[in-house]
């Protein structure tokens, strides 16, 4: 039986509720120019003409209201770079008070979706709060 893990990267977030998340994660492709194809090279991402989504919901079901909205930088310093930066402010972590799930998806510039990355979300306690 497939899983999870089968289809994409799982990668669990953990915050605590009403504080800013942040995580920079590198993506990397074999080069194509590379000598040894077996054993190639890795290069960083180019997402020039990419879009990227990410949501945090209770559970996978197509009516199930989305619990917060993950912001999604494509490049740190420039789209050639390689890096995905996640945010979730505060105002969005804010509203994870539950255990639930999310997933981020990548659009290539031919409108093919993909998801890449996934997992659990397990947000902790705010014990200093109004």
Known sequence: MATQADYYEV???????GDYYYRRILFEDPDPESPDPENPVMVPRDW???TARAQIRANT????????????TLGEDSPQDGFV????????????LKAGGWD??????????????????????DYTHD
């Open 85 to 96: 930066i996640l945010e979730l402010q505060e105002e969005e972590s804010a509203k994870c």
């Open 48 to 50: 020039t003409g990419w």
């Open 61 to 72: 079901k197509r009516e199930t209201e989305v619990t917060a909205v993950i912001d999604i």
């Open 104 to 125: 981020l998806e990548i659009t290539n510039p031919s409108g093919k979706p993909e998801t890449v990355m996934g997992g659990k979300v397990l947000p902790f306690g």
């Open 11 to 17: 990668y669990d977030l953990e915050f605590v509720t």
